[in-house]
């Protein structure tokens, strides 16, 4: 099955830090754009972060512009957020997706994405 498996979540306190990782399974995603979307409980799934297929390019949610920072490694078909100073609100579950693309990077047009895996809970409480 065409998907990525995401883990690296977890419930940590307000401050902390967490690292997400996404794993390619089935296909070569070097290929592809690479988002981190979340479900935040009361909202739709909405796009966190993106990077494209070289790395070059990255943007952020304005919510997490600041804390959060995404990655990519292409040799080891796998993409990383890195999340600091975690709020309360940015508890959910955190979704890898891709999509093929020109240039750049974009986490509008869910519906475009691909690939989705399963998520991994993330729980920002004291």
């Known amino acids: 099955q065409l998907q990525f498996v995401e883990s690296g979540g977890g419930w940590v306190q307000p401050g902390e830090s967490l690292r997400l990782s996404c794993v390619a399974s089935?296909?070569?995603?070097?290929?592809?754009?690479i988002g981190w979307f979340r479900e935040v409980p009361g909202r739709e799934r909405e796009g966190v972060s993106c990077?494209?297929?070289?790395?070059?390019?990255?943007n952020y949610q304005g919510e997490v512009k600041g804390r959060f920072t995404i990655s990519r490694d292409n040799a080891k078909n796998t993409a990383y957020l890195q999340m600091t100073n975690l709020k309360p609100e940015d508890t959910g579950v955190y979704y890898c997706?891709?999509?093929?693309?020109?240039?750049?990077?974009?986490?509008?047009?869910?519906?475009?994405?691909?690939?989705w895996g399963k998520g991994t809970q993330v729980t920002v409480s004291s």
């Open positions: 997706a891709a999509r093929s693309i020109m240039a750049g990077c974009t986490f509008s047009y869910l519906h475009t994405m691909m690939f």
């Open positions: 990077i494209s297929t070289t790395g070059g390019t990255t």
């Open positions: 089935g296909f070569t995603s070097e290929d592809y754009m």
